[in-house]
Every structure is written in C-alpha cells, then in structure tokens.
C-alpha cells in the first residue's frame, strides 16, 4: 500500500507563504501523477494543483483557487512534490492532502492514494 507522507503546514500571517512537501513510499505507475487538495471547515474537498514525475514534459494542472499564487513542483531524486503558496489569505485556511494516482486526469478527479493531510491556518 503506497503512503503519502506531508509536511509543511503550519500557522502563517495574511500575505505570507508556506511551502508544503509529500513524499510517497514508492514510485510506480499508480503513482505517476501528484497532486494537492484541500478542504477548509464545512466545505468540500477542493482540488488544488497536479504534477507528473516525467522529466520529459512539463505537465501541471491548477484549480482556479491556486492559480496565480500557489506552484506545484517536483524534485525526481528527492521523490519528493511541493506546493509552494505565496500571498496567502484567511480563506486558504484548510486541511491540505497531498494525494496521487497513475495520470492527471484521475489524480485531480478522484486519487486512489490519500495522504493524512496537514494543517495550513492563515490568520489576518
């Protein structure tokens, strides 16, 4: 069974930035494609960004929240995805989950691989 491991959240002032990082414990096919949501008090999970791990390609999706401030990156030898989020606002407040699957298209729709999530609080 794959594991998404996150790190990275915390408490952060409006206008600030926070860089979070997941790592999975294997890379396979089902793994081929990362990706980032996140779901605030009360409200739905929401798709944030994907990336792919071929070095060929430069393949990223965002979601209209991130588009703009928040970057999603990878580092092949490190096995490691980032989310990089400048300019943050109170309502970027949420649990954010690192998640992954074999392709874009069913990372951003619905992962098969789930992280635990970490917390990301924007105070004004």
């Known amino acids: 069974q794959v594991q998404l491991v996150e790190s990275g959240g915390g408490l952060v002032q409006t206008g600030g930035s926070l860089r979070l990082s997941c790592a999975p414990s294997?890379?396979?096919?089902?793994?081929?494609?990362m990706a980032w949501f996140r779901q605030a008090p009360g409200k739905e999970r929401e798709f944030v960004a994907a990336?792919?791990?071929?070095?060929?390609?430069?393949?990223?999706m965002y979601g209209d929240s991130a588009k703009g401030r928040f970057t999603i990156s990878r580092d092949n030898a490190k096995n490691t995805v980032y989310l990089q989020m400048n300019s943050l606002k109170p309502e970027d407040t949420a649990v954010y989950y690192c998640a992954a699957d074999r392709s874009m298209s069913d990372v951003s729709l619905s992962p098969r691989y789930w992280g635990q999530g970490t917390q990301v609080t924007v105070s004004s």
């Open positions: 294997e890379r396979t096919w089902s793994t081929d494609a």
């Open positions: 990336i792919t791990w071929s070095t060929w390609s430069s393949n990223t």
